[in-house]
């Protein structure tokens, strides 16, 4: 790694990771105008729930990959299949062909974070590494200051089909940086791939997530297809964790687990996730929908998420040097209760700015504990640990947000039916109708105003349970008292 050019390949690792971190929120941005123009909201969930899924799955693999066979060739074949599925995506004509090629999308995401951070934890010292991963986490927040605004410009002008193409040069740049200026060390180990485990876990998150988004829509909760899916959820989750324990490179050690700063740090990435989907996926629709704002309006209220992310991020790393892990992440866990406590008590009366404020905490929140935990569990493990460590925070984090859209997507849905019941000229789908200031016009005004009524009502219940998320995270984060600051390298 000495013969490295760090600074060449930091700025390669920070356009990956502002590619796939802009993903999510100018996707979030657009999703009104692309359900507007192909339809099917009830599938709306569906867009990022394809994307999250395969991110989840794959992040442990390209992990365990990542110290197998090398940095390098994990992160190539990552950033290719995403840049063809950014492609495909733009080309989609139907919510299903969307869906569908979020699913490769996906499947390439799951390498470029993870990978990414791993790359920063093996060429910088642990004391280095507070202050960079404040850097990287930051391209988060500056990501999603350019998202929101560039996907309400597009959107508007060119097509929501552009949301998709811009990260093709980026990606491009990123691609040839680490090609060209990684040098990595040669691996005698052979690569061992948990095929198996992988092929488990796919299922039984699938099984999982079905059940979540469709649960109380297409069939009842307390059915034949519930019992069934949940069986199967169950069943080759436990078939999982055995064959991960009987396999001799598993893609999830679980000896790594046994360290209280991976632990504590994973578990509450779990629930920072499912409050992080909470908030940038439906957003959006709250502003457009329900304050009949504009689609770059709808786009500020998230932008004020990713002011407080960076700034948040870079004062993390000297935090950790000054104050320790525990109070850096405690202060995080504040911050997370004070904004999602504002989004419950968010009235469509209070405009976008209140909606802007709240996302504003939650960005601070999130930046504080995410540089906290990445630095924390990467000084806690070995470089032959570090990728699937890294992973494995990655993977929570995914896991949680993968669990949350489906979740939260679903007592949305049903929230909606239940409010829409009594209107028997309004179905779910008349929900798209408020979405895009063309159809709200045409609307007769008792319509609009029930559909405006139901659909706050909806997204008041999924803010609700981004709360109880953030105040399980900042129980959570009492695990980590002792944990003072940055320690030396684990060799």
């Known amino acids: 790694m000495e013969q490295t050019k760090r600074p060449l390949i930091l700025i390669a690792v920070m356009l990956a990771m502002f590619v796939s971190a802009v993903e999510a929120t100018i996707v979030s941005t657009a999703m009104p105008s692309i359900a507007a123009d192909l339809g099917g909201f009830s599938k709306y969930s569906w867009v990022f729930s394809a994307y999250l899924l395969m991110s989840t799955v794959t992040v442990l693999l390209y992990g365990k990959l ?18 063809i599925g950014s492609l495909l995506c733009g080309l989609a004509d139907s919510m299903e062909q969307l869906i569908a090629f979020r699913f490769i999308q996906g499947a390439g995401a799951g390498a470029i974070m993870p990978i990414a951070s791993t790359i920063v934890g093996d060429i910088y010292s642990p004391e280095e590494r507070a202050k960079i991963q404040g850097y990287l986490s930051s391209v988060w927040g500056i990501s999603a200051i350019a998202g929101p605004a560039i996907g309400g410009v597009l959107v508007a002008t060119i097509g929501w089909q552009y949301v998709f193409w811009v990260n093709l040069p980026l990606g491009i740049l990123s691609l040839l940086g680490i090609l060209v200026y990684l040098k990595e060390p040669v691996r005698m180990k052979r690569a061992k791939v948990d095929y198996r485990g992988a092929l488990f876990l796919t299922i039984a998150l699938s099984s999982v997530l079905y059940l979540l988004i469709e649960g109380g829509v297409s069939f009842g909760w307390l059915s034949a297809p519930s019992y069934l899916l949940a069986i199967i959820g169950a069943l080759f989750m436990f078939w999982f964790v055995k064959a991960e324990r009987a396999s001799s490179d598993p893609m999830m050690p679980f000896e790594i687990w046994q360290n209280r700063a991976i632990l504590y740090a994973n578990l509450v990435s779990l629930a920072t996730g499912i409050i992080l989907i909470g908030i940038s996926s439906y957003l959006p629709a709250y502003v457009t929908g329900v304050m009949e704002q504009p689609a770059a309006i709808a786009g500020f209220t998230l932008t004020t998420m990713s002011i407080g992310w960076p700034i948040a991020s870079v004062l993390s790393g000297r935090l950790l040097i000054s104050i320790g892990y525990f109070r850096t992440s405690l202060l995080g866990g504040s911050f997370l209760l004070i904004g999602t406590a504002l989004f419950v008590t968010m009235q469509p009366g209070f405009g976008p700015l209140w909606a802007g404020m709240s996302s504003f905490f939650v960005g601070v929140g999130m930046g504080l504990t995410s540089t906290a935990f990445i630095v924390s569990i990467q000084s806690a493990v070995s470089y032959d640990k ?11 984090r995914n896991l949680g947000s993968t669990i949350g859209v489906a979740l939260l997507g679903s007592i949305l849905n049903s929230s ?23 159809s709200r016009v045409q609307l007769p005004e008792a319509d609009k105003l029930v559909l405006q009524e139901a659909l706050a009502f909806g997204l008041r219940n999924v803010y609700s349970i981004a709360f109880l998320c953030a105040l399980v995270s900042f129980l959570l984060i009492f695990g980590l008292r002792g944990l003072k600051g940055v320690k030396p390298d684990v060799k």
Not at 428 to 434: A, G, P, Q, R
């Open 416 to 438: 909606l039916l239940n409010r829409l019941d009594d209107s028997s000229n309004l179905s779910l789908e008349s929900v798209n109708s408020i979405l895009s200031i063309d």
């Open 386 to 396: 570090r990728g699937a460590a890294t992973a494995s925070n990655m993977f929570m």
């Open 66 to 83: 990542a110290d197998l066979v090398g940095r390098k060739a994990v992160f190539t074949f990552g950033m290719l299949l995403f840049l």
